[in-house]
Each structure stands twice: as C-alpha cells, then as structure tokens.
C-alpha cells in the first residue's frame, strides 16, 4: 500500500508546492480562465439559449434556465479543470519540460510524482471554483441568479474530491497517449461527451444517458450542487460522488503507477 | 571506512533482454570512478539503478552505508544526479532551480540562502542567477544540472556524460569543476563517451560491455589488459596480408578508421609484426580508449 501512503508523505506535497508557485508566480493570467469562463457561460447559455428556454422544471417546481446551469457550471469546472490539467500540464511536464525526470533524481519518488499531479489538479479545481463561485454570486447579488450563495464553501471540499478522481482520469491517458496530438482522442472521445451529457447544462432523460450517468462522478456532482445551491437531493448523489471519486483514485492511481513506471523509467 | 558507493551482483532485464549481467561497482571519498562502454553496452541502466531510478532485478546498492533498496528515501539524500539531458525546471529562473530542488530533500539544506548564492558564485551562474534556464549556453546549462545535482551537499555524484555536446572550452571548464568536486572529498561516477574526459578525469575505470563488467582498474592497465601495448596503424590497402597475419595468431578483423587499419598488438607481437611484414610502412602508437571502444564494438 506504499502507493496509498504517498499521498501524504512529505514528496507529494512538495510536488504540489512546486506547482502552486508556478501557478501563483502567473496569477494574473491564471486567474482569468475562470473569472471570464462563467460569465462567457451564463451570457452564451443563460441569456442566449435562455432567452429561448426561459424556465424549465427542476424537482417538481419550475426555475430559470440561468439558476438551473449555474451549478452545473461549477461542477463542469471541477471536471474539466482538473482532466486538463492532468492531461495537457501534466503531459507537458513529463514529456516536454522533463519536470518529472528532474523530480525523480531527488528523495522524489514516481508515486509522489503521481500524487503530486492528482492532488495538485484536484487544488487547482477548487481555487477555479473559487473563482467561478464569486463570478456567480456576483450574478446572484444583481437578481440573474437564484442560489443559496451561502452554502458555496460548502461546495469546496466536494470539489477537491472529484477533482482529484477526474485527475486519476486524465493522468491515465497522460500515461497512454504517445504525442500530445493524440490527446484528442481523449477529449473529444470522453471528456466533451462527458462534460456536456451529465445534466451540467442541461437535463437529460433518455433512458441510455440516465443508465450511464448513473455510474458519472460528473453527473452526481452537478445535481449534488443543483441540491445544495438551488434544493433537492443532496446525500444520494454526495455518496455517489464520493464512492466514484474513491473509486476512480483507488483502481487508477495503481494503474497509472504501472503504467508510467513504464514509460517514464523504462522499467 | 565504508565506500561511499558499494555495489554488488546488479542484474537488469529490460523487454526480455538482460542488460546489465552481474556488475560490480564501488567508489571511494575523493574518487572519480569512470564507467565507459559502447552504446547498448548497460552504461545508463547500470548508472540509473545505482542513483535510485530502476530496481536492480538481483544485486545489493549501499550509499554511504545505507542500502538503496531498504531505504531510498535516506540512501538519496547522499545522491546527487546530473542526467545526460537536460532535466532543469524551465517554469523557473536558474536562482530559482537550485531553491526549488533544494526542497525535493529532507532534511533540508541547511543555510539554503548562502549555499545557493555559493554555487551560483562557484559555478559563474551569478549574471545568470534571474534568467530562464533555456537562455543559457550549453556549457552554462551543464553547470546549472552540476550545480543542481549539488544543492543539498551530497557525498556521492553521479555525472552521466556531462560535457556530450559542449565546446572544447566549456568542456575543459567543466572538467575544472568536477576536479575540484573531487578534491573537496565527492566521491564521483561519471560516465563518457570522450576518451581524453576518462583518461584525464577518472582515477580509476569500469568498462562495461554486453551488460558485463569486461575491465577495471586504471586507464593504462585496462588498457593493456584489453586492447595491447600497442597500436599500429598500417593502410587499408594492405587488409588481406594483415588478415591472413591477425587469423594466425588467432585474431579477427582489424578495427579499419578513415582508410587505415588500427592493429592492437603485445610487445612479442610486434616484433613478429615486423619480422612478417619487413617492407612495410606503418606506424607505432601508444593505445587509447579509443581502441578499446573500436575492439569492443568489434567483438561479438
């Protein structure tokens, strides 16, 4: 079980530490993707689309279209910040900057490196979340939102969780993908379809979807969100969240160790 | 008192094939250990398994007393590494690297601050200390990975052919510096493909072929033992009357560079050299690492 442990041995969190410099070293420039995504979002989909769909019903009552995505937004930030950044950073880091291979000539050991990429996506989700969450409450605080924009801290350690088994995802193609041109396959095989067909912009009910999104930590996110932020249920799809999360870092953690002990060492 | 480095029996398979087959390899305090071999020959994987990369399949590593494959995490704190390529931290400034590595260690360097500004300062970084990595010369990104390597003080360096690529001027600069490693009680491995870098830097060799240790000792007597007391160089011209004389005394094909053959041979061969072949012109020289590389790659 080392490979379990190293996620709180002292390596990871310098691997983390590593990135979080980076990350704030370029503030000002990180900090804009998730401060113009949401209002690009809310404009494009809430006043575009919604303008077409005006309400629509959510848990027996009727609300607007704009209140209805907003979680959804915040869950789609989750996943997709969090695959990207263990797809393309990640990628970037291993095979073109060599971070890894500087990192592994230290006490740094491949499952720290691992971890540190998981637990570093699964950070920087929540910090994108952060972000997107005052966007919202500031559409909240003008009237074109409706959300308990109270319970929005509650959203974070959520966020961290998925985040970090959407990495275990995305790490995994990093880990299989020879050239950074066949991360298309990824993206537009799995994670477009996936971030667009889990009820995040709109809901879905065709039988084969609601079979799928039954086992999608995506799907479970955003209505978990929806049931906190706007009501309705909340613990079936917080367990799910969580069982799924747990479950994509315990099978795909191990396998991405294998995997990149492969092609990283050679071994 | 212990090795710095001691290590036993190594066995590697990588895709089926075993590429280091049994190697021995020990490095003292103020000792630069040279690891030579033609390419393929397990030089990287060797080295790669005794910094900590790779898991030995069989064979037992001790750094500095500690055995690598009981306790990595400790055994590293005594290692240093300058990879063949470029491995430095492009997101950071070439002050920045040696701090950022400073905190892959624990315990951490003590007196990080003074021990940065002294290798920036040892190393010529120090008009250099605010830019990115990728705007330096090769030689000055060699000394960034050296100084890297050395940020937490380590006992044990390995150098995997650290001046590959580099102007004579810059190699010669680096060649200074890891001399001075030496003298300050480091214990280096250090592995070339330049024969002058083994022969000048090296007190003692380790030859490796085939995944084997083939010759160890200094550069004169691995040198006598595997190619001969010396060299003649003779034109191709003259390779069928050479052959027939080589297959005679039991030898193969002679190592044939730019049109001339390079006969390896002992003191008494020499001299039935020249009782064969009376009218011939040729020439005599001492033997290079060169010559052992040619034989090497030549034999099967």
């Not at chain 1, 479950?247 to 990149?260: E, F, G, Q």
């Amino acid at each position: 079980m080392s490979w379990l442990v190293a996620a709180v041995e002292w390596q990871s969190r310098a691997v983390v530490s590593r990135h979080l410099r980076v990350y704030l070293r370029n503030w000002h420039t990180a900090f804009l993707p998730p401060a113009l995504e949401p209002v690009t979002m809310l404009v494009a989909f809430g006043v575009g689309l919604g303008g077409y769909v005006a309400s629509l019903t959510w848990q027996g009552r009727p609300i607007e279209y704009m209140t209805y995505i907003a979680p959804g937004l915040l869950a789609y930030a989750t996943f997709m910040t969090a695959v990207f950044q263990s797809l393309f950073a990640a990628f970037i880091r291993m095979r073109y900057q060599r971070t890894w291979e500087g990192q592994l000539t230290t006490q740094v050991e491949l499952r720290h490196v691992v971890w540190g990429e998981v637990l570093w996506a699964g950070l920087l989700a929540t910090m994108y979340v952060v972000i997107v969450a005052a966007v919202l409450a500031g559409f909240d605080l003008t009237g074109l939102l409706h959300m308990r924009v109270g319970r929005l801290p509650l959203l974070l350690p959520l966020v961290f969780v998925a985040g970090c088994g959407f990495a275990a995802l995305g790490l995994c193609f990093t880990a299989l993908m020879p050239t950074i041109d066949h991360m298309n396959l990824p993206v537009f095989l799995l994670v477009l379809p996936m971030g667009l067909l889990s009820s995040t912009y709109f809901p879905l009910e065709h039988p084969v979807l609601v079979a799928l999104n039954a086992v999608n930590p995506l799907y479970h996110l955003a209505q978990c969100f929806r049931g906190i932020l706007i009501g309705g249920p909340v613990l079936g799809h917080l367990g799910a969240v969580v069982g799924l999360s747990v479950l994509l870092l315990a099978t795909l953690v191990p396998l991405n160790l294998r995997l990149l002990r492969r092609r990283v060492l050679g071994d | 008192m212990s090795a710095l480095l001691d290590a036993r029996g190594l066995v590697k398979h990588l895709g089926g094939r075993r590429v280091v087959d049994r190697v021995d390899l020990v490095c003292e305090t103020r000792q630069i250990v040279g690891l030579l071999g033609p390419n393929g020959a397990g030089k990287t994987t060797t080295l790669r398994m005794l910094y900590g990369f790779l898991r030995p399949d069989d064979g037992r590593i001790l750094v500095d007393g500690v055995e690598l494959g009981r306790d990595l995490v400790r055994a590293k704190r005594s290692i240093g590494v300058c990879t063949q390529d470029d491995t430095f931290d492009g997101d950071f400034t070439v002050e920045q690297n040696l701090t950022v590595a400073a905190g892959y260690f624990r315990p951490r360097p003590s007196g990080l601050a003074g021990r940065v500004a002294e290798l920036l300062e040892r190393f010529d970084l120090a008009g250099y200390a605010r830019q990115k990595p990728e705007t330096l010369s090769g030689g000055y990104r060699r000394r960034l990975m050296i100084a890297r390597a050395l940020v937490h003080r380590p006992r044990l360096l390995f150098l995997d052919e650290p001046t590959t690529g580099l102007d004579p001027q810059a190699r010669m600069g680096v060649w200074d510096l890891v001399d001075g490693l030496r003298a300050e009680g480091l214990g280096v491995i250090l592995t070339t493909h330049y024969m002058d870098e083994a022969e000048r830097l090296s007190d003692a060799l380790t030859v490796l072929a085939h995944g084997r240790v083939v010759a160890r000792g200094s550069a004169k007597g691995v040198l006598g033992d595997l190619v001969g007391e010396h060299v003649v160089v003779v034109a191709a011209t003259n390779r069928d009357a050479i052959a027939v004389w080589l297959g005679a005394h039991g030898r193969g094909e002679p190592a044939s560079v730019l049109g001339a053959l390079h006969v390896p041979v002992s003191g008494e061969e020499l001299a039935e050299f020249a009782r064969a072949f009376p009218s011939l012109r040729y020439e005599v020289r001492v033997p290079t690492l060169d010559d052992l590389f040619l034989k090497l790659s030549l034999s099967p």
